[in-house]
């Protein structure tokens, strides 16, 4: 440190994805001096970063956008009712243009540390281009999926071909008349995968855990429908915000017990024939999450379906999953299809583990060597606190937010954490388990309203200091751990508990009470004159 330029703001944002661009205009309108810094070249951050064949948000088109801009939310396009990656880029730069953000930002930009000065009161950010950013509020948008997973096979280095992570695409990458293998099939794969199968000479698929996965009912959108959903967007924004998961449906209140077996089948046919995995989940009962019996019918369902599409029985009954239909639900357009083509070819690495990466290809253990040009890693990330835990961040008496969260990541309403003042995360552990861009807007909204409160408590010599208590912490994590109770998802290993990452604790990373009553909490807190908070001012 002593050569680094020294810059004093109000509030320091890191990311520059959904939650970053909300945040920055938020402040703006406060009034604040505010900087976000990305280390990506430019806005989008998961959109940025995630540029494979066939990526797209699953989330419908109308719902995943904000919705605090009401003239852009009737003006902005979308064609199909789902979004590729490169028009949610689109649209987060439009957002960026529109509200002049640009000269806000900071691109190519790494942040380094952060350190807690409790005599200054400020935030000390170092970061890669040299600079020391002294602000007395830090928000991190760091996105709940950034830092990459890669599996650790012996020879990784061996291989001659190109290998890649979805999450770091290189667009000059070529797959067509290539033998490309993809690892992992959750939501990144199985995009990956229906997208590229048709181009490519030959694809093999190494799938550990097979999937759920349903249509996704993509197709574009008529001049009707867009004015449909213009003319009733403020009941939809409503009805977003009212539901479990922000997917712009409504969720079923009656559950599976209610209905005769005939009815089951036809609801869950009408659910497959409308599309999206949320939908599937939540749309026709509503315990399919909690209901042993609800669960094994829905998972009946999904293979039987598969056994109907995949005309090889072998290769059916390797894409059939016997586990519960508890993680992410995936959807998409025509994933099963794909494996009809006879370049297609699937491997149970449950059957047939990865011995090893050589020169040419992936050894299995039945001692094929799967011959390959390119090799795409679909192994998804080191989630949530993974994102935060590879940078040090300091709070007080010495604390960094990796000593704090060894058991596990804890919050305060996914947004504070105790012994870190003026720190807040939009989206951080145990914050709301749904649509993300609705869970960014409850956050950002309240971490504005909670600056503009502690700014105008503020005096130059007795700034105000938003900080929850540990009780508080614990009594979040109680209420998180309440809200999963019964749910088939905590006995599912998948990145949404940490158990993807070897070695990374289990923990309960998300508030599974659905984002209804997660905004009725966040709008109590601040009625309420934030019981859980020390005093915003020492006395
Ligand atoms: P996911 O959902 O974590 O999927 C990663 C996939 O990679 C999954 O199939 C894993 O199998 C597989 N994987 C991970 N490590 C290995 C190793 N070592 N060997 C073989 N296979 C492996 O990540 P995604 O990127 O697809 O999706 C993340 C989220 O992004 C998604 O939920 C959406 O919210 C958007 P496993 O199931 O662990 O056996």
Aim: aromatic residues 12%; glycine residues 8%; proline residues 5%.
């Amino acid at each position: 440190g002593t050569t680094r330029h020294e810059e004093d703001i109000d509030a320091l944002v890191v990311g520059a994805g959904f939650g970053g661009i909300y945040q920055v205009y938020s402040l703006l309108q406060l009034g604040l001096s505010v900087k976000a810094i990305d280390f990506a070249s430019d806005v989008g951050g998961t959109w940025y970063w995630n540029r494979y064949p066939g990526a797209m948000s699953d989330t419908e088109s109308y719902v995943y956008r904000f919705t605090w801009d009401k003239e852009d939310l009737q003006t902005s396009p979308w064609s199909h009712h789902y979004m590729r990656q490169p028009d949610v880029l689109a649209y987060l730069e439009h957002v960026v243009e529109r509200h002049n953000l640009r000269k806000h930002m900071e691109f190519n930009t790494e942040l380094l540390s952060a350190e807690w000065s409790e005599k200054e009161k400020v935030w000390n950010i170092d970061v890669s281009t040299g600079t020391r950013y002294k602000a007395r509020y830090l928000v991190t948008a760091l996105g709940l999926l950034s830092r990459q997973n890669y599996p650790d096979i012996p020879g990784m280095e061996s291989f001659k071909g190109v290998k890649c992570h979805t999450a770091a695409w290189d667009s000059s990458i070529e797959l067509k008349d290539k033998r490309v293998g993809v690892i992992g099939c959750g939501s990144t794969g199985v995009q990956v995968i229906t997208e590229i199968a048709k181009t490519v000479q030959h694809l093999v698929c190494f799938q550990r855990h097979p999937q759920y996965s349903v249509p996704s009912g993509d197709g574009p959108v008529s001049p009707e429908y867009r004015r449909k959903v213009n003319a009733h967007y403020d009941e939809i924004v409503r009805q977003v915000k009212e539901s479990a998961y922000g997917f712009g449906f409504k969720e079923s209140e009656r559950s599976f017990d209610s209905f005769t077996p005939k009815e089951r089948e036809e609801i869950f046919e009408t659910l497959w024939k409308q599309g999206n995995g949320f939908r599937f989940l939540s749309g026709g009962f509503c315990d399919v999450a909690t209901n042993k019996a609800a669960n094994e019918t829905a998972c009946e369902f999904i293979r039987k379906k598969i056994g109907q599409i995949v005309k090889d029985p072998e290769k059916a009954r390797k894409l059939q999953p016997h586990d519960y239909y508890a993680r992410r639900p995936l959807c998409d357009g025509g994933y099963y299809e794909q494996f009809n083509r006879e370049n297609v070819s699937i491997v149970d690495l449950k059957e047939t583990p990865i011995t090893c990466i050589t020169a040419n290809g992936i050894k299995t253990s039945d001692g094929l060597e799967h011959q390959l040009d390119v090799m795409i890693f679909a192994t998804g990330f080191d989630a949530i606190d993974g994102n935060y835990t590879r940078v040090h961040i300091r709070g007080k008496d010495g604390k960094t937010l990796k000593d704090h969260w060894k058991g596990g990541p804890t919050s305060f309403l996914g947004t504070n954490v105790a012994y870190f003042p003026n720190l807040f995360m939009i989206t951080g552990p145990q914050g709301p388990f749904c649509n993300i861009p609705a869970a960014i807007e409850a956050h950002v909204e309240f971490i504005t309203e909670t600056i503009k409160k502690a700014e105008k408590l503020s005096t130059k010599a007795n700034p105000a200091i938003v900080e929850p208590t540990e009780k508080a912490e614990l009594e979040w994590n109680s209420l998180c751990e309440k809200a999963v109770e019964g749910s088939l998802f905590k006995e599912t290993a998948s990145w949404i508990f940490g158990s993807n990452v070897p070695g990374k604790p289990y923990a309960l990373r998300f508030y599974f009470g659905g984002l209804k009553k997660f905004r009725a909490e966040l709008r109590r807190v601040m009625d309420e004159g934030y019981p859980g908070y020390k005093p915003f001012v020492s006395s």
